[in-house]
């Protein structure tokens, strides 16, 4: 154990789990250890085995074997193995192998390997193998494997494997593999497997699996594999009927 302040030139050597530094941490190479918690400075890279907590700054990596608690800044990544919670931003790509829990901002991309709450986005793509909570923008793709609650937006693609409830925005495509609720659009086409209910918007197509409820706009057709209820408006069609609405 390393306790107050600690400068070193070089990356240490292998670090036994339970070694830790404690205070703040400064490196030409990178300080690194079992646990680093306090204030971590390093040149090129900050690097801990099991867990960070406080403020890790770096030049290039941020890696973190464990968990990310506190503010994981770097010029190219801020990667954990664990859960990261709090503020995690890079130029390039900000990843959490686990859930994602407060701020993530990466420059291209930011992704979580579970869940993903708070504030995220990317210039490229925002995606989660979890569910979606809070606000996620990306310039290309929002995508999740799981649910999307709150605000969900992207220059071409907004893609929810489960359900989107909140506002679901996309430049060319939303679509769900469950149902959605709420303010759902695309310039193309807003598409949901299951059920619509809210406003559901889209510049070609607004395509539903089960019933919609609720306004439903497309520029060229409305269409339902159930019912339709509600305010619908579209140039050639709105219908209804017992094929996928894919099928038709």
Known sequence: RISGLNVTFWKPGENEPDSSVNGIALGLYGPGAGEVNGVGLGLLSTTAGTSMNGVMVSGVATLSEGDLNGVGLSGFATVSRGPMNGIGLSLFATVSRDEMNGIGIGGLTTVSGSH??????????????GNMDRLQLSGLATMSEGDMWGVHASGLATVSGGSMKGINLAGLATMSEGGMWGLNGALLTTIS?????????????TV?????????????????GESILGVNAALLAATTGERHPLDY
């Open 116 to 129: 993903m709450w708070g504030i995220n986005g990317s210039l490229l793509a925002t995606m989660s193998d």
């Open 193 to 205: 497997d299951q059920s619509m209910y809210g406003v559901n918007l889209s510049g070609l197509a």
């Open 208 to 224: 539903s699996g089960g019933p919609m409820a609720g306004i439903n706009v497309g520029g060229l057709a409305v269409l339902s």
